[in-house]
């Protein structure tokens, strides 16, 4: 389910990077922006959320942590329970200057058990087997495929720009989410580059062969319609835009 979507400046009413990803009883917060955790509250209770997993450091993919963990420290949603969180390389002393600078003193580690993965392992969350990929970002970012049980996949390129590693990291995906923070294209963009037109997305799914692809990440200032246009040109197939409280089965 897609909580928010938002690139940096968020939609209208809307929320920041967020999904809900739910399998034989299991749930998994992938990233956690800022807005996610008052939608999360609308469609789930944020004290049985098994896993939290963050791409990267930026604030619309985790400002809402602080938030959360609040609530859960404090037994605001029933439990005191702590549910692991999962960062990036970094995260740790990251979150913890972060804290000291807003003086929230340990608030993320007192609400999360927190531990950072490893890019180059595959990480076990309950019936979840991750990879990663390290992906072009401006600062260090991960996408990351999801396989269940039987095989089944879901695949999110995070933030990026360009790059082959995602196209490695999808090959056969079900379902290839994607950014297309910079519209339609032409990009204006400068080298390096961390996101992606609406037509490069398509481009990668083609090649990845990719079952079905998802933007996400784009503005309401853009036009959805144009969007889809540039990256079905690419893909060869049909392209569906991320919508908030959107459920897509795998």
């Not at 998994?28 to 990267?56: E, M, N, T």
């Not at 049980?149 to 995602?166: E, S, V, W």
């Not at 692809?213 to 835009?241: F, M």
Request: hydrophobic letters at 40%; glycine letters at 10%.
């Amino acid at each position: 389910m897609v909580l928010g979507k938002s690139p940096a400046m968020p939609d209208a009413g809307g929320a920041h990077s967020g999904y809900l990803i739910t399998h034989a009883g299991f749930t998994l917060l992938l990233d956690c922006g800022a807005g996610v955790f008052a939608k999360l509250r609308q469609y789930a209770d944020p004290a049985r959320i098994d896993a939290v997993l963050i791409s990267h450091l930026h604030a619309d993919h985790m400002l809402d942590l602080v938030p959360f963990s609040f609530a859960l420290g404090a037994g605001l949603v029933g439990s005191r329970r702590q549910p692991p969180l999962w960062a990036p390389p970094g995260g740790v002393a990251s979150f913890a200057a972060f804290a000291d600078a807003v003086g929230m003193e340990d608030q993320i580690n007192h609400g999360f058990w927190v531990r950072e993965y490893d890019p180059q392992r595959e990480l076990k969350l309950g019936p979840l087997r991750i990879r990663f990929a390290s992906v072009p970002h401006y600062v260090p970012c991960y996408a990351c495929d999801l396989q269940e049980p039987t095989g089944r996949r879901l695949t999110f390129g995070a933030d990026c720009g360009p790059n082959d590693g995602i196209v490695r990291l999808a090959k056969g995906t079900d379902l290839l989410m994607l950014e297309a923070t910079e519209g339609p294209g032409p990009s204006v963009a400068t080298s390096p580059r961390g996101h992606l037109t609406a037509a490069e997305p398509g481009l990668i799914a083609h090649y990845a062969e990719a079952r079905r692809l998802l933007l996400t990440h784009y503005s309401d200032q853009l036009d959805a319609a144009e969007l889809r246009r540039a990256a079905e040109r690419a893909y060869g197939g049909q392209v569906e835009l991320a919508t908030e409280q959107a459920r897509y089965v795998i």
